[in-house]
């Protein structure tokens, strides 16, 4: 059977921006019908070469050539590739909350006459695009109403509302639970079928050794290697080493934690949803950290673990209705998110680009944002303090930049991680809370973060690692909680976690846990 024909070509593209290389003759060929994966760490050029591709970044800004469908191609914007079939959706989603699903699948592009909107039309379309990615909803539902997974499958939608050929994810399961993204998985498989060309930027690589027909690793800005993932017997490890640029022995760096006694403790903690007042989000809830431990909490999406950590944080989520929190056997009450800081609490946001930091600012002025009191004299900022101490974390976190004066959004998403850690690494806390804090990033970055906790727990501060990926949890914490339904389920040591052990304790109400 002879292959199928090559669909798209990049050909020696170089992409600069001030100071910086981003992409350095960077070729990819993608054949007609398949899934083609894209891999490297963060910074590597992975997204700077999707968006030359698909007009974000225009001809004339890069060099090298576009060949799609045996024709050379100059995009001058992003319209121009979708009328070439070419459709790219981000990882941040570009839906409009407060517009229903029909508005967001025709916004620009309604159908009508005479400058007259047929709804009727548009809300019968709206529900033949979403039978294509299987999903039933109301067309008038609006998008901030329906959960991440399926506003991830509106954006496909629209593709197909654009007659879409080339179809690029970038990152399409980082915000999705295991069900929904499986589901995503699937429905790949099915345009496949169809004869849809997919290209698909992931950092999961089991996704990726399980989906893909094709991968080209990227590392620093140029083409690696691509590998036919049958002919080549691709697994996880393969596409490391091509990633890294060398064997990577273990996922986690060697540690050997030095674990004290209990100084973090709550107690009968119950939280009632911010705006359902018969929903209760944290019930009773009673967890401890000892000093220099790492601990865990698993649970399914929407389990009740971030808002656990936030309430706890300050009452920063919900309605706090009863519990207590001690700290060095004394009760501490924290009535707000400054109370929390001035008590050695830091809590890392799952959503760094809207929580964990302005993107309008630059490294060093984020790095120190959550405590600007450490640097100031009087009341006036010192900016030689300021950039001293972002130049010490710019340094000991290894953060890839030129210089901290640099804007937070010019950074990678692992490099934007350590900006945040940084931050609040700079209230000097005793407890630190970090909500999914590899999301999004590569597996050589993740090593480094995991290195960063270690560190901070062999100076005995407490670390609570919240997470979806269970070999993470497992791997790096030294004891594990599980969550359902906003109850604390069960209270795991390392030696007996189990990814097996974990889940019964994820998905049952009984509670289980010690205090």
Not at 51 to 75: A, H, M, Q
Not at 338 to 364: C, F, M, P, Q, T
Not at 476 to 490: A, H, P, Q, S, W
Request: charge should be negative.
């Amino acid at each position: 059977m002879s292959a199928a024909p090559v669909l798209l070509e990049m050909r020696s593209i170089t992409k600069e921006f001030p100071g910086v290389k981003a992409l350095e003759d960077v070729n990819l060929a993608v054949r007609a019908g398949e899934i083609h994966a894209i891999c490297g760490e963060n910074g590597a050029g992975k997204s700077t070469l999707m968006k030359v591709l698909s007009g974000v970044y225009p001809y004339g800004t890069y060099t090298g050539d576009i060949v799609y469908r045996d024709e050379e191609c100059r995009f001058s914007n992003i319209r121009a590739s979708e009328q070439a079939g070419i459709v790219i959706i981000h990882q941040e989603l570009a839906l409009i909350p407060g517009m229903s699903i029909t508005e967001n699948l025709f916004l620009g592009n309604e159908p009508g006459r005479g400058g007259v909107i047929d709804w009727k039309a548009a809300n019968r379309q709206a529900i033949e695009l979403m039978a294509r990615v299987g999903l039933q909803e109301d067309p008038d539902t609006l998008v901030k109403d329906i959960g991440v997974g399926k506003q991830q499958l509106i954006e496909i939608a629209k593709a197909f509302a654009k007659d879409v050929k080339l179809l690029i994810l970038d990152e399409p399961t980082a915000a999705l639970n295991e069900d929904d993204s499986q589901h995503l998985l699937d429905l790949l498989r099915g345009f496949r079928e169809r004869g849809i060309t997919s290209i698909i930027i992931s950092h999961k690589l089991n996704e990726i050794a399980q989906i893909a027909d094709s991968i080209t690793i990227l590392r620093d800005g140029r083409t690696i290697e691509t590998l036919d993932v049958k002919a080549d017997g691709v697994d996880e490890d393969r596409i490391v080493r091509g990633m890294v640029g060398r064997e990577l022995h273990s996922r986690f760096p060697d540690h050997t934690p030095s674990i004290g006694e209990v100084f973090f403790e709550v107690r009968d903690w119950t939280v009632r949803h911010p705006i359902s007042a018969e929903r209760l989000v944290c019930k009773g809830s009673n967890f401890n950290v000892r000093r220099g431990e790492i601990v865990g909490f698993a649970g399914l999406m929407g389990a009740g673990r971030t808002e656990l950590a936030m309430s706890v944080f300050g009452r920063s989520y919900g309605v706090y209705l009863s519990g207590q929190i001690f700290k060095d056997g004394e009760e501490i009450v924290l009535k707000s998110v400054s109370d929390a800081i001035d008590h050695g609490l830091a809590y890392v946001s799952e959503d760094r680009k809207s929580i964990g930091l302005n993107l309008l600012d630059d490294i060093k002025t984020s790095m120190v944002s959550a405590k600007l009191s450490k640097i100031a004299r009087r009341g006036v900022l010192d900016r030689v303090r300021e950039y001293r101490a972002a130049e010490g974390y710019r340094t000991s976190l290894r953060v890839k930049t030129p210089t901290v004066d640099e804007g937070v959004t010019k950074l990678s998403g692992g490099n934007q991680q350590k900006v945040v850690l940084a931050k609040w690494m700079f209230t000097d806390p005793d407890l630190l809370i970090l909500d999914e804090p590899t999301r999004g990033i590569d597996v050589g970055a993740k090593y480094e973060i995991y290195g960063i906790i270690q560190r901070l727990a062999d100076q005995g501060k407490g670390v609570v690692v919240i997470s979806s990926e269970l070999p993470e949890l497992i791997g790096l914490c030294d004891r594990i909680y599980t969550v359902f339904e906003g109850t604390i389920t069960g209270n795991i040591e390392k030696r007996d976690a189990d990814p097996e052990t974990l889940l019964k304790q994820m998905t049952s109400a009984k509670k289980t846990q010690t205090p």
